[in-house]
């Protein structure tokens, strides 16, 4: 069983960089799709940014080119960082292993 811990979020200008953090209990070498996901209140869960175990990587398109997923599976971290920020981004954030691994969230504001 791993558990997956989020680290990073806060409050940020319009423009502005935060960097996200899942570190997991256990190893992430084993676990092939690992992603960050958004909820705002009212509305569906969705996927924000995935990665591959061989790198590849997937995003929606509102954070294309501006977001950028990560995996270091000998530190068992996945990070994604958030340049560019926009107040729609504002959301709980949630790290995601596969097939059924979620963390508890963490809260990303982006306000002036």
């Known amino acids: 069983q791993v558990q997956l811990v989020e680290s990073g979020g806060g409050l940020v200008q319009p423009g502005g960089s935060l960097r996200l953090s899942c570190t997991a209990s256990?190893?992430?070498?084993?676990?092939?799709?690992m992603a960050w996901y958004r909820q705002v209140p009212g509305k569906q869960r969705e996927l924000v940014a995935g990665?591959?175990?061989?790198?590849?990587?997937n995003y929606v398109n509102s954070v294309k080119g501006r977001f950028t997923i990560s995996r270091d599976n000998a530190k068992n971290t996945v990070d994604l960082q958030m340049n560019s920020l926009k107040p729609e981004d504002t959301a709980v954030y949630y790290c995601?292993?596969?097939?059924?691994?979620w963390g508890q969230g963490i809260q990303v504001t982006v306000s002036s």
């Open positions: 256990g190893s992430i070498a084993g676990i092939y799709f």
């Open positions: 990665i591959k175990n061989g790198g590849n990587t």
């Open positions: 995601y292993g596969q097939p059924f691994y």
